[in-house]
């Protein structure tokens, strides 16, 4: 049994024990193999429950859809309203808080009304190593963190996932919509279709790992290194740019540091815990 097999096993006697399970369920990585894991321990006894607003980009639905009809285990859609307060709005450094309150605030009262025991998250041992004010808001609300709690990473996540036969195993790193503004920009709906039809036009180009982050007029575009390399093949810059000019963007840049996950974190200093 491997290190990762071992913690899968704790994980699903661990979740078995439960009396009832809310997955807050993206459809990426993370969620889905958690809401797979929550359904083979506990059956009907786990829901899978996506937050469904304008920060969350189409191709997320898709792949949520897709992974609940695949292992069978039960899923639906619930509106969240985080767009429309303001302090999500002003898109602060801590945006992922109010992003994340709105979600759990949500999922506990449909928690209650449902009957289930507790309320779930996919964070994983890696993510602990980054900028989480989501977390924060999960430990607020009590929220379980079973991925976490067992130390599963994100590689491990992704093996047991492919050896699930899981269509999410190996889907690049997701966020919401709102990610791709910078902080201080003001997040808007119209802002946030902008960039998710930005994004879907690079995929139907043939990218894959990408984000197309949203200045204003400019949009700068991160693709993966070697996706870089590709760029110049066929008249893929000439459809790119008349895509994104198409959706109202003015100036179209390509980043060449290419992908990365956080790269809006980049201008953050986050100051240490004080002692005592």
Same mark, same amino acid.
């Given at each position: 049994? @491997?290190?990762?097999?071992?913690?899968?096993? =704790?994980?699903?006697?661990?979740?078995?024990?439960?009396? %009832?399970?809310? $997955?807050?369920?993206?459809? *990426?990585?993370?969620?889905?193999?958690?809401?797979?894991?929550?359904?083979?321990?506990?059956?009907?006894?786990?829901?899978?429950? =996506?937050?469904? !607003?304008?920060?969350?980009?189409?191709? &997320?639905?898709?792949?949520?859809? @897709?992974?609940?009809?695949?292992?069978?285990?039960?899923?639906?859609?619930?509106?969240? &309203?985080? $767009?429309?307060?303001?302090?999500?709005? +002003?898109?602060?450094?801590?945006?992922?808080?109010?992003?994340?309150? +709105?979600?759990?605030?949500?999922?506990?009262?449909?928690? @209650? #009304?449902?009957?289930?025991?507790?309320?779930?998250?996919?964070?994983?041992?890696?993510? =602990?190593?980054?900028?989480?004010? *989501?977390?924060?808001?999960?430990?607020?609300?009590?929220?379980?963190?079973?991925?976490?709690?067992?130390? /599963? !990473?994100?590689? +491990?996540?992704?093996?047991?996932?492919?050896?699930? *036969?899981?269509?999410?195993?190996?889907?690049?790193?997701?966020?919401?919509? !709102?990610?791709?503004?910078?902080?201080?920009? #003001?997040? @808007?709906?119209?802002? /946030?279709?902008?960039?998710?039809?930005? #994004?879907?036009?690079?995929? +139907?180009?043939?990218?894959?790992?990408?984000?197309?982050?949203?200045?204003?007029? $400019?949009?700068?575009?991160?693709?993966?290194?070697?996706?870089?390399?590709?760029?110049?093949?066929?008249?893929?810059?000439?459809?790119?740019?008349?895509?994104?000019?198409?959706?109202?963007?003015?100036?179209?840049?390509?980043?060449?540091? %290419?992908?990365? =996950? *956080?790269?809006?974190?980049?201008?953050? $200093?986050?100051?240490?815990?004080?002692?005592?």
């Amino acid at each position: 049994m @491997t290190d990762a097999q071992a913690k899968e096993a =704790t994980l699903l006697e661990r979740l078995a024990g439960s009396e %009832g399970l809310l $997955v807050a369920y993206s459809g *990426g990585v993370d969620s889905a193999y958690l809401a797979y894991a929550a359904h083979r321990a506990l059956g009907d006894r786990a829901l899978a429950v =996506t937050a469904d !607003s304008p920060s969350y980009p189409e191709s &997320h639905r898709r792949m949520a859809r @897709t992974v609940a009809e695949h292992v069978g285990f039960a899923h639906r859609f619930v509106a969240t &309203h985080e $767009v429309e307060s303001p302090d999500y709005a +002003e898109n602060p450094p801590n945006r992922c808080y109010f992003c994340k309150s +709105e979600l759990f605030d949500v999922l506990e009262k449909l928690r @209650t #009304e449902l009957g289930f025991a507790a309320v779930a998250y996919g964070i994983n041992r890696d993510d =602990t190593g980054d900028f989480r004010p *989501g977390h924060q808001a999960a430990q607020e609300h009590r929220v379980a963190s079973p991925l976490l709690d067992v130390g /599963l !990473s994100k590689l +491990e996540i992704r093996e047991l996932s492919r050896a699930a *036969g899981l269509p999410s195993a190996d889907l690049p790193a997701s966020a919401c919509l !709102s990610s791709r503004i910078p902080y201080g920009m #003001e997040v @808007t709906p119209e802002k /946030l279709r902008q960039i998710d039809r930005a #994004e879907d036009a690079l995929r +139907e180009i043939g990218f894959r790992q990408l984000r197309v982050r949203h200045h204003g007029d $400019v949009a700068r575009i991160e693709l993966a290194p070697e996706e870089i390399r590709d760029i110049g093949e066929g008249d893929r810059l000439r459809r790119m740019s008349r895509a994104l000019h198409d959706l109202g963007f003015k100036y179209v840049a390509l980043d060449l540091d %290419g992908y990365r =996950t *956080g790269s809006l974190n980049e201008v953050l $200093v986050i100051e240490p815990p004080k002692e005592g």
